[in-house]
C-alpha cells in the first residue's frame, strides 16, 4: 500500500465526521450523551462485525487484547460521551471547528511520547490550521448560543482523547489489521456505552422518537461510526498520526452544511475564515514529505 493513501482516506473520514455531527446536533435534544454513543457505536459495530468475519484479517494477539479493549474504552466509550455533551452547549459548526484543535494536540502527545519526531514545515502547517480555528470561534462568539465556549472547551478535551487514541493505537493495528483492530475497539466501547445507558433508562427515550431521529441515528452508525472510523484507522496504519489528525480540519465544512440544512445553523464570514486556514494547514503540514522524496532523500520512518 502507498503511504499516500493515508491522507486521503483520512480527509474523506473527517468529512464523514463532520456530516455525523451535524446529525448528531440534530438528534442530541431527544436522548442524552450516553444513549446516543452507545446507539451509534452499537449500530457501527453490528455493520463492522460480519464484514470483518467475511473478508478476515488479523485479529490482535492475546497480549495486545487489554491494549486494545482500553483504547476501545477511550475512544468508542469517553470519547462520545464528551463529544455528545459538548453538542448540547454549542452549534455544529463551532464544536467542529474546536474539534480541529486535534492536530496541535497529536503533534505534542507524539512529540512528548518520541513516537513522531516535529519538523518546522508540520509544525507550520499544524499551527496555521489550529490559528484560524481559534480566531474563527472567538470572531464567532457574539453570534454563538449563550455558554458555547463551555460546549468548546469540553469538545477540545474530546480531541485529546483523540489525539491520545492516534498515538498509542498505531502499534496495535500494524500487529493485526485496520478492520479487526476497529471492530474489537469499537465492540467494547459500545457495550459500556450500553449498559451505562441500559443502567440509567436512557433507552426509555426512544418511545419518543420518529422517523428523523431513526434516521439520524441510523446515519451516525453507519457512516458517522462504522465507515467513518475504518478510513480512520486506515490512515492511522499508512501515515503518521499528525498527518491524519491535521484533516480533522475537514471537519466544519461538512458538519456546517448539514446543520444549516436540518437545523438552520447559520454559516458566517468567521467559518469561512477558519476554513480556509485549515485547507493552508494540511497542504503544508501534508506536503512535507513529497518533497523529500522527489529530492531523493530517504523518507523517515515511524514507530
Not at 453570534?143 to 491520545?164: H, K, N, S
Amino acid at each position: 500500500m502507498n503511504e499516500r493513501l493515508g491522507v486521503p482516506a483520512a480527509i474523506v473520514s473527517s468529512a464523514l465526521g463532520g456530516l455525523a455531527l451535524g446529525a448528531t446536533r440534530f438528534v442530541i435534544g431527544a436522548t442524552d450523551p450516553v444513549t446516543l454513543g452507545a446507539f451509534r457505536y452499537c449500530v457501527g459495530f453490528a455493520c463492522l462485525l460480519p464484514i470483518t468475519l467475511v473478508i478476515g484479517g488479523r485479529w490482535p494477539k492475546r497480549a495486545d487484547w487489554l491494549g486494545v479493549a482500553l483504547l476501545g474504552v477511550l475512544f468508542f466509550g469517553i470519547f462520545p460521551v464528551v463529544y455528545n455533551q459538548s453538542i448540547a452547549y454549542t452549534t455544529a459548526a463551532r464544536a467542529s471547528l474546536a474539534l480541529s484543535t486535534l492536530p496541535l494536540l497529536t503533534m505534542a502527545v507524539a512529540a512528548a511520547l518520541r513516537i513522531e519526531p516535529l519538523t518546522l514545515r508540520k509544525s507550520a502547517g499544524v499551527l496555521i490550521a489550529v490559528t484560524g480555528v481559534g480566531l474563527a470561534l472567538a470572531a464567532g462568539l457574539a453570534q454563538a448560543p449563550p455558554g458555547a465556549w463551555r460546549g468548546d472547551l469540553i469538545m477540545v478535551a474530546g480531541a485529546f482523547c483523540m489525539a491520545l487514541y492516534n498515538v498509542w493505537s498505531r502499534p496495535f493495528i500494524a500487529r493485526s489489521s485496520p478492520l479487526t483492530f476497529l471492530a474489537a475497539g469499537m465492540g467494547v466501547g459500545a457495550a459500556c456505552l450500553a449498559a451505562i445507558a441500559g443502567v440509567a433508562d436512557g433507552f426509555a427515550a426512544v418511545g419518543a422518537f420518529g422517523g428523523p431521529q431513526w434516521a439520524a441515528i441510523v446515519f451516525v452508525g453507519v457512516f458517522g461510526a462504522a465507515l467513518n472510523f475504518y478510513l480512520w484507522v486506515f490512515a492511522l496504519e499508512h501515515t503518521t498520526p499528525t498527518r491524519v489528525a491535521n484533516t480533522i480540519t475537514v471537519n466544519p465544512v461538512s458538519a456546517a452544511i448539514l446543520a444549516a440544512i436540518l437545523i438552520g445553523e447559520p454559516i458566517g464570514w468567521n467559518l469561512a475564515l477558519g476554513v480556509a486556514a485549515v485547507f493552508c494547514g494540511i497542504w503544508i503540514a501534508s506536503t512535507e514529505r513529497r518533497q523529500k522524496n522527489e529530492q531523493g532523500q530517504s523518507p523517515a520512518r515511524y514507530s
